[in-house]
Each structure stands twice: as structure tokens, then as C-alpha cells.
């Protein structure tokens, strides 16, 4: 059982975003699905935790890109576990661009395994396959900063959460996050603006029919604070969109 894992992909058109690349919503699903391949290829993957009514969830998500691949073009991405404990996994990952063999991006994610019936996160040292499976391979981009709660909000807006939403276990899918940050920037601002950097902390679960607040802080105009709030004022989600 290999330390590292890869597998290639073709970028179609149907697949890009205005500017004729690959949007940051499918290279989070991407991500998320090479993840759990080679935490199957282990034994330790959603058809193997589902039996005992457990599964991974994604924690904590940073991306950082210098460029995007463009549109029919191939492109790798390897992953690899960083570290291990019995909270949590980190797992990282290098996207490239297939043909020239550059490097395109980077990114950090931190999992933890959650009780499904409890909504709880559990220990994961019992997962023999983990064990020795951390990769001395350094990743080059630096770990996601404190996300701090937003105090001054320079735009808020709202949104109810949706049937296609949610996923298997019943609450908010993490593609379905970016997906609502990403949209609160026009298309000109896209145009103009490729994201550089993502950085996501999910610090609680959103379930179907929750109505959110998005609360932005742009003092910063390309480095911009985001949080997702509900209605009783627990926040969902913290994020940091950095744009070049």
C-alpha cells in the first residue's frame, strides 16, 4: 500500500468556469475524490467505516494555486497523509499540470472520522491501516492561519440551505460552501481577480432548510474574511479568499 497515490484527469470545457479554467469547485471535488480512493486502497475509506456507522469529514481546507489549468488539458493530482493522531488526519496534495509536468497548486486538508448517529468526531488510533502511513514529503505551502471571527462586516448576504446541498450524511456539502463564497464576487471581479488562496474551517454542521448569513469582510479588497452564520449566531463556516 503505497504512501503516495495519484490519478490524472482531463479538464473539458463543459467543465471551466467564464475564464476558461478549472473553477475552484470542481478542484475541491476532486480533491475530496482522490481522498477517499486511496483512503479506500488502505481499508480505512467510507465502505470500510460505514459499517460501524462512522465516516470521514473534511475539517479544515487550504488551497493555494500560482496558476490554473486551462481548458483540454490533463492534469495529476498526488496526495499524501502529513500527519497523524488520534484526532485527526492531514492530508495533502500537488496538482499538476499532466503535459509540461509543472506544478499548478497545492493544498492542506485535515480530517477527522465522525460518529454519523452521534454527530461526534471519534478516535481514529484504532484505524490500524493508518499506522505508518505518514509521508516524510514536506508540502511547500504554508498551514492555514487563525481564522478569527468577523467583527466589522463591510456586506452581508443571506441564503437558505437547499436540497442539493446536502449530502449523504445529511448536511452541508463542502463543494456547496465554495460554491456560495465564490458566488458572493461578480463576474467582472472574477475576470479580474484569480483566486490565489482558500483557506476553510467548518467549526459546525449545516443542515437542510438552515438560513445563513454570509458576512464579509473586505477591508482588504483581494484578501477578504468570510463567515457563514446562522440565524441563532453560531458560525458554520470561516474562510479566507485571497486574490491575486
Known amino acids: 500500500m503505497e504512501k503516495q497515490f495519484s490519478k490524472t484527469f482531463y479538464l473539458a470545457a463543459g467543465e471551466c468556469d467564464a475564464q ?3 473553477p475552484v469547485t470542481l478542484l475541491v471535488s476532486r480533491l475530496i475524490e482522490i481522498a477517499s480512493l486511496h483512503a479506500n486502497s488502505w481499508g480505512v475509506g467510507y465502505r470500510d467505516l460505514i ?3 462512522r465516516g470521514w469529514v473534511l475539517s479544515r481546507l487550504t488551497i493555494e494555486m500560482t496558476e490554473w489549468l486551462t481548458v483540454d ?6 496526495t499524501w497523509v502529513e500527519t497523524y493522531n488520534r484526532h485527526y488526519s492531514q492530508r495533502c496534495f500537488e496538482v499538476i499540470d499532466t503535459l509540461s509536468g509543472t506544478t499548478l497548486g497545492y493544498a492542506r486538508t485535515i480530517w477527522m472520522v465522525l460518529d454519523i448517529e452521534h454527530r461526534v468526531g471519534v478516535d481514529i488510533t484504532a484505524l490500524e491501516s493508518l499506522r505508518d502511513k505518514a509521508c516524510d514529503r514536506p508540502c511547500p505551502i504554508a498551514p492555514q492561519s487563525r481564522l478569527r471571527p468577523i467583527t466589522t462586516a463591510t456586506r452581508t ?4 440551505v437547499r436540497y442539493a446541498d446536502c449530502d449523504f450524511y445529511r448536511h452541508m456539502n463542502t463543494v456547496r460552501y465554495v ?3 465564490i458566488n458572493q464576487f461578480d463576474l467582472s471581479f472574477n475576470d479580474n481577480h484569480p ?3 482558500l483557506e476553510m474551517a ?3 454542521e449545516t443542515r437542510y432548510g438552515t438560513e445563513l448569513s454570509v458576512v464579509m469582510d473586505e477591508s482588504e479588497p483581494c484578501d477578504v474574511r468570510m463567515q457563514l452564520d446562522d440565524a441563532e449566531g453560531a458560525t458554520h463556516v470561516r474562510a479566507r479568499l485571497v486574490f491575486k
Open 157 to 160: 448576504t443571506h441564503y437558505t
Open 195 to 197: 483566486l490565489q488562496r
Open 20 to 22: 476558461g479554467r478549472m
Open 51 to 53: 459499517t460501524d456507522q
Open 179 to 181: 460554491e456560495l463564497l
Open 202 to 204: 467548518f467549526p459546525g
Open 73 to 78: 488539458r490533463d492534469y495529476t493530482i498526488v
